[in-house]
């Protein structure tokens, strides 16, 4: 009798152990909000210095830890599908289909536009050639001989560069002859800067925001101005020349939020949205969607005086 009347207390017990256990494992060590905890962003190889800049400053002002993943845009898109991230960086919104698809699994994407960037072709600084014609890229790309162009040079056969240039030359994959690949960015600017007779295919914003270790490429090399498909002027990928359309190859980013829930992907897409990050977008060379404002104080002098 003795025994049996302890086992109740003993069952009672382990009970409660096992509940602590079961809270213990379901409590979050560090709670997530739009502007506090830890979180990964997939983002498009050819857009990773701006964003690094953004991160930086939005780490600096709130208690946020973010981990760049810069992937092709192939591998960044796929990120949101297999689940391995939650928000990415793209240079094209979503399609039909990728909503479609999003919606079966009942998530509605945020998607906020944060700027304007352009595809540029850039060649070996010694090269005589400043100018180059859209309709001779997709020519050449469409596997047609074109004396003015010796070879393109991507960073990834799945990147947004090569995605765009085949859109426009309406082919689905890239020709074998004369068309050249490597793995980022960095490795095109290295190569054309090393090596004469070559067209690089990049996103401006390496060229306009280099990292220290890059600027000795990118001073070795110069951005083509490009004939778009109609008129006559030839244009430079440059801040004004975006912002009043006349370069051909501009191109809307975006951040495709999919977490579901107010994290950081909703906090950190309003922060590159707003002033701070309009701001630093505008610094870049790039085109911010928003003109930030700017104030003036008129000080009056003493000669205004009547």
């Not at 928000?87 to 919104?93: E, F, Q």
């Not at 998530?107 to 944060?114: D, L, Y």
């Not at 909703?266 to 707003?274: E, K, L, Q, T």
């Amino acid at each position: 009798m003795k025994n049996s009347s302890k086992i109740p207390y003993f069952a009672f017990f382990l009970l409660l152990i096992f509940v602590y256990a079961c809270n213990q494992g379901n409590t979050p060590k560090k709670e997530e909000t739009i502007l506090k905890g830890s979180t990964s962003i997939f983002v498009d190889e050819t857009l990773t210095p701006i964003m690094e800049e953004q991160v930086a400053v939005f780490e600096n002002n709130y208690e946020a830890k973010i981990k760049l993943i810069s992937k092709s845009e192939s591998e960044t898109v796929n990120s949101l599908f297999n689940e391995k991230g939650a928000i990415a960086v793209l240079s094209r919104n979503l399609t039909t289909e990728e909503l479609k698809t999003f919606k079966q699994r009942k998530i509605n994407p945020k998607v906020t536009p944060f700027a304007i960037d352009a595809v540029a072709f850039i060649t070996n600084k010694s090269s005589k050639d400043s100018l180059i014609a859209l309709k001779d890229v997709i020519s050449f790309m469409q596997g047609k001989s074109i004396p003015s162009i010796k070879g393109l040079v991507f960073d990834n056969l799945n990147s947004s560069t090569a995605r765009y240039l085949n859109s426009l030359a309406g082919i689905k994959t890239i020709p074998e002859k004369g068309v050249f690949s490597f793995k980022t960015n960095e490795e095109v600017i290295k190569h054309v800067s090393e090596n004469d007779g070559m067209i690089g295919v990049v996103g401006v914003n390496w060229l306009s925001q280099p990292q220290p270790d890059m600027q000795k490429y990118v001073d070795n090399v110069s951005a083509l101005s490009v004939k778009g498909l109609t008129g006559n002027g030839y244009f430079l990928p440059s801040q004004n020349n975006i912002a009043e359309k006349k370069y051909p190859l501009a191109r809307d980013l975006y951040i495709i939020n999919c977490q579901g829930y107010s994290g950081l992907g909703m906090g950190f897409a309003s922060f590159v949205g707003g002033d701070v990050g309009q701001r630093i977008i505008l610094k870049s060379g790039l085109l911010p969607v928003r003109i930030p404002t700017r104030k003036f104080t008129i000080v009056k002098s003493q000669n205004d005086k009547k």
